[in-house]
């Protein structure tokens, strides 16, 4: 009989332990307000925030007054609740409520040691906290630039776009100025982040960064090479600095003329005229693979000798012949013809202006024609007249 006995206890203990364990003979009771960073450093001028906990442990559920009972002068304390200012909290029975506690000393706070009081209030309960603060002198003004890609290649015609970091570094707002020390000829133009606002300055709160567009552009007949632009960002307290570079390529730029710089000429129709023309590139790079087209009006046909030069160095020129067969038909009157060449990265146009002539052939045609129509007329006059 012991046997089972002493077999039920273990089993009735092993089941329920919870009834095995005596119950706490001191159990805790009351209000507690804490914070997991009770003593902290932190610099002047700079917001801090901390977590903040509100207990409640045996008591009825209960609104909690909350207040700042001592803290330095001119310091900004505030007890957030949900990211808002709050003056109570309700808090459950054995429950708790999350609270945070935003601090900010002036810019102009000494270093030392500070002390900031804060109480909870409850239904015949409060919880005091006291928070130790060792301020530390404010971070030196400081202010950072940094472009994500700092050298950049295009050409002229290109516009060279710098992305650029921009950091306040210290523990005051600034207003930034913005400027580019750049080769004669070049414009720069700021705008923020993806913005289409074109700027002169931009503001930077204390700790926070912004993006920045620095879109550079050159003038058309830019030389080949590299151009180190400096942009220069300047606040009331700190100055920044950073290279930019612009890595030119050659553009070649191919005119289309006669040889005295006149553009027309005169032809008869159905007959070919070579018309006398120069290529000349004035760009900074070589041409290649230069290729000559034309839209003439319709019935005519334009070729050209040769129909594609090779190349045109930088500030030479070639002659190449434009071979025009006005139509057949065409009347006498001025015609245009568009002639182009293009190449690799360009491509040029010239409008030349064709004076279509009366043949000489039809000229003599025509004056047979009228002397055997008068000639006809003069023998119909002598054959009726005398009847």
Request: proline share 8%.
């Amino acid at each position: 009989m012991r046997a089972i006995l002493f077999a039920s206890a273990l089993v009735l203990t092993s089941v329920c332990p919870v009834l095995a364990q005596p119950s706490d003979p001191h159990p805790v009771q009351g209000l507690w307000l804490a914070t997991n960073y009770p003593a902290l450093q932190i610099r002047a001028g700079e917001e801090t925030t901390l977590p903040l906990t509100l207990y409640n442990y045996g008591l009825p559920p209960q609104r909690t007054a909350l207040t700042v009972v001592d803290k330095p002068e001119d310091w900004k304390i505030e007890i957030l609740g949900a990211n808002k200012p709050v003056a109570a909290a309700f808090v459950d029975h054995d429950g708790r409520s999350e609270l945070s506690l935003k601090v900010t000393p002036p810019a102009e706070a000494k270093p030392g040691a500070y002390k900031i009081a804060l109480r909870a209030q409850g239904d015949g309960a409060t919880s005091n906290l006291d928070i130790a603060v060792d301020l530390a002198p404010p971070l030196a003004a400081k202010l950072t630039a940094t472009p994500k890609l700092p050298v950049l290649k295009g050409s002229p015609k290109s516009a060279f776009d710098f992305n650029v970091t921009v950091k306040n570094e210290s523990a005051s707002d600034m207003l930034v100025n913005l400027a580019v020390d750049a080769p004669r000829g070049f414009t720069a133009v700021f705008k923020e982040g993806y913005g289409s606002q074109e700027l002169t300055s931009l503001p930077v709160k204390a700790g926070d960064s912004k993006e920045l567009s620095v879109s550079i552009k050159t003038p058309p007949d830019t030389p080949a090479g590299t151009y180190p632009v400096m942009l220069t960002l300047a606040g009331d307290k700190a100055k920044a600095e950073t290279e930019l570079t612009l890595n030119v390529a050659g553009q070649p730029a191919v005119t289309v003329s006669g040889p005295d710089g006149r553009l027309s000429g005169d032809a008869y129709a159905g007959e070919e005229k070579s018309f006398p023309l120069v290529l000349r590139n004035n760009g900074s790079a070589e041409a290649r693979n230069v290729r000559l087209e034309a839209t003439p009006p319709s019935g005519w046909k334009v070729t050209f000798e040769p129909q594609q030069v090779d190349q045109i160095p930088v500030d030479g020129e070639v002659k190449v012949n434009a071979l025009v067969t006005p139509g057949a038909k065409a009347i006498a009157g001025d015609y245009v013809v568009t002639l182009r060449a293009s190449g690799e990265g360009f491509s040029e146009s010239a409008s030349y202006r064709v004076t279509v002539m009366t043949s000489t052939l039809w000229g003599i045609t025509g004056v047979g024609v009228i002397g055997a129509a008068l000639l006809v007329l003069m023998g119909a006059v002598g054959r009726f007249g005398r009847r």
